[in-house]
């Protein structure tokens, strides 16, 4: 790709300018505040090349609030742009561009390592594990999403952002409508991220099957260790489509082949086919993680045990199986044959039933329970409505010939906004500040949390709800700017007032971060919230020892830490000690992932020197890893009894 | 059954896999050789022949239903098949169905 200096690096729009000198400003800053710290070696050894999953767990919720921080920007701009007809803020490129960004980033970048961040710290520890099952590839699976990430997130300031959509759909994503180095990010990036999501599928997948403590029968697992489990298992099974789906879409626009182009014998339909075989699947990938999530914080806080926790477990495989069946009602106006439509609307309506089967688990576990208001359970429970609002709306896209109506309208974008928000999003917050005294010995503030709950909730459906209507009244997606004489004004600008209440509360959800770490008081145990029912509550301290628990728990029965404390006994009472093996930290994974990175980015201009160069240096480290035959180290005795005594003070 | 094969016995789940496999090889053969069948046929024939044998393979001779985790890895091998199963002939059934399959030579 021959491409003059100033078309490499964006210059000429000062939104960009400002992007462009505060990510300049922002960089120097934390090289000197680390160099100046000589904090370089901690961060290496501790952090970066650590396969601890709790660590791995934190570093990928920390990169998941920085995108919602960017996503949450793009979308505030997507909002000013609509606020008044005709208004000039946003040109139509760049619009198309901040719209196709803000997708992406949202599911891809923002959904997805949130939850794999929570599950990464919860999982193991619910299970009863010291670690998960391949730690090295952990770090690897992070790795690949950090360099994804961001390798998708300098498109902007570097040879221009993807601007086709977060469908990518072709043939507006074929050399010939989007030239320019633009979606070959979109496709590089998301495969390099999605590689490490299937080795996070397979890794989990494998921990959960194969590490339960003992007693732990599939039958007495957590709800979120199950969801996460079905999430797994949904992984391994949708992400190969998309990486087969992007490798073709690649070769189309890098090796000029004809897959999905409009030339020779190419389908552009099958590119839209093969995302939604990803893309459905993809869309429960994010909420029954989700699921897990309140499942655990609602029979916490009402402290009774899971309602027909048996229906909830089969109604999850059953949305395994269900979700691979339903991916055409995203293209039902694509000309299928009538049969096809109905079919796959039938089955979209019949996976509403499992969904809707675990809201009245979740109500009768709080019936006649003794409700404690925190701000976890206060997102859970904001979570209900909202979500049926979300699902109820989704029964009606799923009516094919309805569906003529609402497809591509606001209606849609207000749909699937209120599941993934009131699903995903809250989810998020709730399991972070629920488990925020696991991951930093000290809880959330909770007024400042409460503030962050009502101003985001009020702004969501001030946002949101609105839109159902612009779409009733035909207001399509994606568009840039409209007049007067639609008529759309008024509710545009309600719903930009909405948006911006919710920036409002994701700023006052970061100070209370800050605030909380200045001024919330300690944890002294294990169980911060004192209502603990599973086994991420056992450990000794309140953040877990790295080897999380001194002597493996046993289990007899279902919320195995709440049997524990009602029959008396105590988890650290038991010191027989034995070594511990842990696993050892390792390098070759972000160096690999680095590797993969500039690869992918010479690929994106088409430099294939650079391209071979970082190809051959993937082999070298692949090489260098299997000649390593570092098997782990032991945690001494003398070690374990001093680490527990610490912890028990 | 699994008992039989490692105390050292006469290993019959090998033999007897090994027979239908050169069974169904032959049949695969003969159909393609000595019948006047159309090659729709004769290739959907050996298809089915074909994934006959590789489950044979893996149940006989690579014990995927042996062991502690016999039945997670056959439940998982089918669930794996039947998904791709259905994004195939799901797939091909809308790729040449309604007004998409105008303008494709398929
Ligand atoms: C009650 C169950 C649900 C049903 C029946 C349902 C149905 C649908 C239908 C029919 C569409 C396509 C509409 C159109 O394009 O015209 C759609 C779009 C969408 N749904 Fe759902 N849905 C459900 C739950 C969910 C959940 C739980 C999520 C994610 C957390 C989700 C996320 C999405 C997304 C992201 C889109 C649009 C993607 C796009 O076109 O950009 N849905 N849904
Ligand atoms: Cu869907």
Redo the contacts with the bound molecule.
Sequence with gaps: MDLKWNEFIITGDPLILGAQISILLGGIAVVAALTYFKKWSWLWKEWLTSVDHKKLGIMYILSALLMLFRGGIDGLMIRTQLAKPGMEFLDPQHYNEVFSTH?VIM?LFMAMPFLIGLINYIVPLQIGARDVAFPYLNNLSFWTFFVGMALFNISFIIGGSPDA???GYTPLATNEFSPGPGQNYYLLAIQIAGIGTLMTGINFFVTILKMRTKGMTLMKMSMFTWTSLITMLIIIFAFPVLTVALAMQTFDRLFGSVLFTLQGDGNPMLWVNLFWVW??PE??I??LP?FGIFSEIISTFARKQLFAYKAMVVSIVTISVLSFL?WV?????MGNSAEANSFFSIT??A??IP??VKIFNWLFTMYRGRITFTTPMLWSLAFIPN?VI??????M??MAAA?YQ????Y???S??HY??IS??VFACFAGLIYWYPKMFGHKLNEKIGKWAFWIFVIGFNVCFFPQYFLGLDGMP?RISTYLPEDGWTGLNMISTIGAFMMGLAFLIFVYNIYYSWRYSPREKTGDAWGLGRNLEWATTSSIPPHYNFAVLPEVTGLDPYWDMKEKGLDQQKNTDYKPIHMPSNSSTPAIMSALMGMAAFGLVFQWYWVGIVGAVGIFITMIVRSFDYNDGYYVSVEEIKETEAKANK | MSQQTKKGHFPWKHIIGFLISIALTLVAFATALWTDWSSTTIFIIILIFAVIQAALQLVMFMHMTEGEDGGLISGNTLFGFFIAIVIIVGTYWLMTSGHMHMGMSM
């Design positions: 997708g599911i959509g977060w469908t893309g459905h869309v429960y994010v909420i989700a339903v009602h995203h293209f039902f106006t979209t309506m996976i509403s969904t809707g979500f979300g699902g109820v709306t989704g029964v896209l799923a569906d609402y497809h591509n309208t209606f849609l974008v749909h699937f599941v993934l699903g995903t997606r």
